[in-house]
């Protein structure tokens, strides 16, 4: 089936310094890609969803500035997380759409520590 | 009223179980179901996918769909002790993004 890659799996760093996620699609074009991220024990909670060259759509109270989503290729999407602190620790997951629809595919998600 | 609402459990069943979990939606627009299995620190992984409303098994699993009752199900057969983690139903309408339900845990005790 189709995989979803995302890197780094795993991300520990100091507050105040900026963090890059990758999602890639690996073995199909995404043209839409869905990032989300997870608190313990909690459900998937959408933050944006991104099609391929263009901007970013962002949910109500997700910070645009903050979380920097670039979309620019159909394999590649990637999530910024700037000045980063401890409240940004989190589980974050890309999930990635071809464009005849689906369910999409999730990544294996990125933990994100801010110390 | 949330748009899709799940027990969260925690579940435990014995192995050889069949286990019943559902959820219940109010957006009467939602036309595609999914469940998903997400076992602890990994993503989440698809189980069932359905359009509209019936019935679909695939091996243990089965889904179901009622939107008369704005009402879906995953029953598992046979579980398993791997089968513990937690599922997550999720549905859209449309090319929209998908909406979750909370996720229940289930334990399957051998």
């Known amino acids: 089936g189709a995989v979803v890659s995302q890197h780094p799996s795993r991300v520990i760093c100091k507050s105040g310094t900026s963090v890059k996620i990758e999602c890639r699609s690996l073995?199909?074009?995404?043209?839409?890609m869905f990032w989300y991220r997870q608190f313990p024990k909690q459900s998937l909670m959408l933050m944006a969803t991104?099609?391929?060259?263009?901007?970013?759509?962002?949910e109500q109270g997700v910070e645009k500035d903050k979380f920097l989503i670039n979309h620019a290729s159909l394999t590649l999407s990637t999530l910024t997380v700037t000045s980063a602190h401890p409240e940004d620790s989190s589980f974050y997951i890309c999930?990635?759409?071809?464009?005849?629809?689906?369910?999409?595919?999730f990544g294996p998600g990125t933990r994100l520590l801010v110390l | 009223q949330k748009e899709v609402e799940q027990d969260p459990g925690p579940l435990s069943v014995p192995e050889g179980a069949i286990v019943s979990l559902n959820c219940t939606y109010s957006?009467?627009?939602?036309?595609?179901f999914m469940w998903y299995r997400q076992y602890s620190r990994k993503g989440p992984e698809l189980l069932m996918y359905t359009y509209s409303s019936g019935n679909k098994e695939d091996g243990r699993f089965t889904a179901q769909v009622d939107k008369s009752s704005k009402y879906i199900s995953l029953f598992i057969r046979d579980s398993q002790p791997s089968d513990s983690a937690t599922y997550l139903c999720?549905?859209?309408?449309?090319?929209?993004?998908?909406?979750f339900g909370k996720g229940t845990r289930l334990s399957v005790i051998a």
């Open positions: 999720a549905m859209r309408a449309g090319n929209t993004p998908l909406v």
């Open positions: 991104s099609n391929e060259g263009s901007k970013a759509t962002y």
């Open positions: 073995d199909f074009q995404a043209t839409t």
């Open positions: 957006n009467s627009a939602f036309q595609y």
């Open positions: 999930s990635a759409r071809e464009e005849r629809g689906g369910s999409g595919y």
